[in-house]
């Protein structure tokens, strides 16, 4: 496979409190080969963002990927993905720290910034897995 799309996203409903993220994967014609929504307990949304980006590099790991494009709605996270920002926060360090080696091992990885509206399905697993925790959660 001579590369793939990540689309992805997280989020967290108060900042920090409960988070997801959702992951789509598509081969180099479009078509969506991997999929993935994924509750990572209570942290902010830019570490939400960081765990959807991590989840999906560890999906892809054992696939022949050589080139990966990631789009992400975050600005902010792209600009630190691609250094134009400093990362302060420790555990956004370590987070981005674990994603440079694992983007290493993958090959040629890029990030680029999307319109929310453009990272629609990402946003809506988030959603869906949010909302499923709450309603678990007020079943109780």
């Known amino acids: 496979m001579s590369f793939i799309k990540i689309y992805t996203d997280g989020g967290a409903r108060g900042n920090p409190g409960p988070a997801a993220g959702g992951?789509?994967?598509?081969?180099?014609?479009?078509?969506?080969?991997?999929?993935?929504?994924?509750?990572?307990?209570?942290?902010?949304?830019?570490?939400?963002?960081?765990?959807?980006?991590?989840?999906?590099?560890r999906m892809i790991q054992v696939m022949d990927v050589k080139n990966a494009k990631c789009y992400l709605d975050s600005d902010l996270i792209v600009k630190q993905l691609t250094g134009i920002y400093k990362v302060k926060n420790p555990i956004i360090k370590r987070l981005k720290a674990t994603l440079d080696k694992l983007a290493v091992q993958l090959g040629k990885v890029e990030y680029f910034h999307i319109r929310r509206e453009e990272n629609k399905f990402a946003d809506k697993l988030v959603n869906i897995v949010l909302d499923a925790k709450e309603q678990r959660t007020a079943n109780r």
């Not at 598509?26 to 959807?52: C, H, P, R, S, V």
């Open 23 to 57: 992951i789509l994967i598509f081969d180099e014609n479009d078509k969506l080969i991997k999929i993935n929504a994924k509750y990572f307990g209570k942290m902010t949304n830019n570490q939400a963002e960081y765990e959807a980006l991590l989840t999906a590099f």
